[in-house]
């Protein structure tokens, strides 16, 4: 058993997902989905500073969390936003920050 097995899974999910999110070129690739409201054909390294090899180790973790989906059209990768999944991680942050909420508590 290892540490993180101790927690429960919604705990381990989550910060699965915080891991993921926490690179700011996952969340460049992320934010380029969203604001094209579309599926993106082609190779989105045209569109960030990173090499192509960089940004599909990224395409891979977010494809592995299920946040985006790649499917194969011919010679190229159409990359979809997966909002099913989006949606659920907010949920769980906000649920998450919603018990932590201690605006009494004043830190000196």
Known sequence: ???????????????NFA????????LAILKYLAETKTCIS????DKLPLSR???SQHLKELRDMGLIS??????KINYCLCGSAIA??????????????????VCK
């Open 1 to 15: 058993m290892t540490k993180s097995e101790v927690f429960d899974k919604d705990l381990q999910d989550l910060a």
């Open 19 to 26: 891991k993921v999110i926490s690179h700011p070129a996952r």
């Open 42 to 45: 082609g190779d989105i390294s």
């Open 53 to 55: 090899t960089t940004v």
């Open 70 to 75: 790649g499917q194969v059209d011919g010679l």
């Open 88 to 105: 659920d991680f907010k949920v769980a942050f906000n649920d998450f920050f919603k018990e932590s909420d201690c605006k009494e508590l």
